[in-house]
């Protein structure tokens, strides 16, 4: 089932940190299966606080996204994205070809920690 990592950028705070990230992240791509959904693009915020950019990235399943984020590359470039601005970064499993009732149905069985 596919998997997403969502980015939220909520505020830049040096730029030069995130030029480095910028020139060391794409290295984690390493061949791997990752579909970007959505990458800066224009955005509006319909509830909560503002942020600056949002990115949507697909992985084949949670475990694949999970490699990929511990991957010795991303781990690499990860710390100029953490001095360069705050993000808040989740992983989130789609649903499969059974529509939202079953999604809902997981979600109640399995709530988040608050």
Known sequence: ????????????????????YRQKAPAARGGRDITPLAFYGRLEVLEGAPIEGA??????????AREWYRSPAYQAALPHRLRGAD?????????????????????????TSS
């Open 87 to 111: 993000y808040r970064v989740f992983l989130i499993e789609g649903v499969d070809g059974n529509g939202p009732d079953e999604a809902n149905a997981t979600a109640s069985a399995h709530p």
């Open 55 to 64: 990115v949507v990235l697909q992985f084949p399943s949670m475990e694949a």
């Open 1 to 20: 089932m596919s998997a997403y990592v969502v980015f939220t950028r909520e505020r830049t705070i040096d730029p030069a940190q995130m030029d480095q």
